[in-house]
């Protein structure tokens, strides 16, 4: 399939709609949502990794594109309250990039609080789900 019409110009809208129609039919989704991973990452940033990196692949395995900031700015310093600011700022931009935000865990801490007021404020769908994986309401 070529992205040209027959008169030489560029028409990438029936090359997608086919490339899109044999995706699905070889069992391979055409799009998968982007979701913002906000979770705790302050105090035992190891743990706090590996449980980021957990609920990440939880996101991917339910069909999502999992954004997680904990796994993206691993040369940022936490405790630098500069680089911190700068690092909430470039996660702020990225969650911007997704349609929902999903919250983990019961403890938030001040940079999600930003990260879901900031959302809230865009009307992103913002989810919750336990230490566990399992949806809760607000």
């Known amino acids: 399939m070529r992205m040209k019409n027959s008169e030489g110009y ?3 809208v029936p090359y997608q709609a086919i490339r ?3 995706q699905e039919a070889a069992g391979k989704p055409a799009y998968l949502p982007l979701v913002y991973i906000c979770a705790p990452f302050g105090g035992d940033t190891r743990a ?3 449980k980021a990196a957990d609920f990440a692949a939880f996101a991917y395995m339910r069909g999502n594109i999992p954004l997680t900031p904990h ?3 691993p040369f940022m310093d936490d405790k630098d309250p500069d680089e911190r600011r700068t690092a909430l700022h470039m996660d702020i931009v990225l969650m911007g990039k997704c349609e929902e935000v999903w919250v ?3 403890r ?3 940079g999600m609080e930003k990260e879901i007021q900031k ?3 865009r009307k992103q769908r913002v989810r919750y789900f336990t230490d566990d994986f399992m ?3 607000p």
Request: hydrophobic share 40%; glycine share 4%; no cysteine.
């Open 135 to 137: 949806e809760v309401r």
């Open 71 to 73: 796994l993206l700015f």
């Open 20 to 22: 899109h129609a044999e």
């Open 48 to 50: 706090n990794t590996r």
């Open 104 to 106: 983990l865990g019961s």
């Open 10 to 12: 560029l028409d990438p």
């Open 119 to 121: 959302a809230k404020s």
């Open 108 to 110: 938030i801490t001040s």
